[in-house]
T-cell receptor, first 115, second 111 residues
Framework: DTGVSQNPRHKITKRGQNVTFRCDPI?????LYWYRQTLGQGPEFLTY????????KSRLLSDRFSAERPKGSFSTLEIQRTEQGDSAMYLC?????????????FGPGTRLTVL | AQSVAQPEDQVNVAEGNPLTVKCTYS??????LFWYVQYPNRGLQFLLK??????LVKGSYGFEAEFNKSQTSFHLKKPSALVSDSALYFC?????????FGAGTRLTVKP
């Protein structure tokens, strides 16, 4: 399967713990995006990368959230000191980045449950 | 600000009947509009997009969407619904980077 992959698929943690998610984009896709989706809502944009550069961050991305894409390939999203309100599906998407706007292809998501 | 609205939380149709899932948009400048579908426990799958040109856009799985500038709408359509089309459908608008999604419409196709 050459699509976007995300790990883990599910994560259960206790409030106050740190969690890290990984996203592997489609090979040769320059852009990588993170979204958060809560029940009954559409995905909400968090941040995106063009290669290794983080170009945009939503105001939803509080100081407890940090994302990296160190070599312009895979990306990680870390949430520090998790809160119950962080419980959601975290989606990653990638796109070629050669035209604007271009089509984003989504991974299966990581479902986070904070107890 | 760029935004889309999906006025219906739920759409029910009988198999074989035509289906429409509605979307309206609010953008400054030229709209770039997308439709995605989400099946249970899976990520969003791209269906189609409108950038410019022909107002009728054809996409995957027999879906099409009609861009209507005067009504600021981008409704998703299919001439004959299948039970397997039952899923959650999202309309989205995309300036560079920041794709904004509607709240979604759950489509249920009954045999």
């Amino acid at each position: 399967d050459t699509g976007v992959s995300q790990n883990p698929r599910h994560k259960i943690t206790k409030r106050g713990q740190n969690v890290t998610f990984r996203c592997d984009p489609i090979s040769e896709h320059n852009r990588l995006y993170w979204y958060r989706q809560t029940l009954g809502q559409g995905p909400e944009f968090l941040t995106y990368f063009q290669n290794e550069a983080q170009l945009e961050k939503s105001r939803l991305l509080s100081d407890r959230f940090s994302a990296e894409r160190p070599k312009g390939s895979f990306s990680t999203l870390e949430i520090q000191r998790t809160e119950q309100g962080d419980s959601a599906m975290y989606l990653c998407a990638s796109s070629l980045g050669q035209v604007s706007p271009d089509t984003q292809y989504f991974g299966p998501g990581t479902r986070l449950t904070v107890l | 600000a760029q935004s889309v609205a999906q006025p219906e939380d739920q759409v029910n149709v009988a198999e074989g009947n035509p289906l429409t899932v509605k979307c309206t948009y609010s953008v400054s400048g030229n709209p770039y509009l997308f439709w995605y579908v989400q099946y249970p426990n899976r990520g969003l799958q791209f269906l189609l997009k409108y950038i410019t040109g022909d107002n009728l856009v054809k996409g995957s799985y027999g879906f099409e969407a009609e861009f209507n500038k005067s009504q600021t709408s981008f409704h998703l359509k299919k001439p004959s619904a299948l039970v397997s089309d039952s899923a959650l459908y999202f309309c989205a608008v995309s300036p560079p980077g920041d794709m904004r999604f509607g709240a979604g419409t759950r489509l249920t196709v009954k045999p």
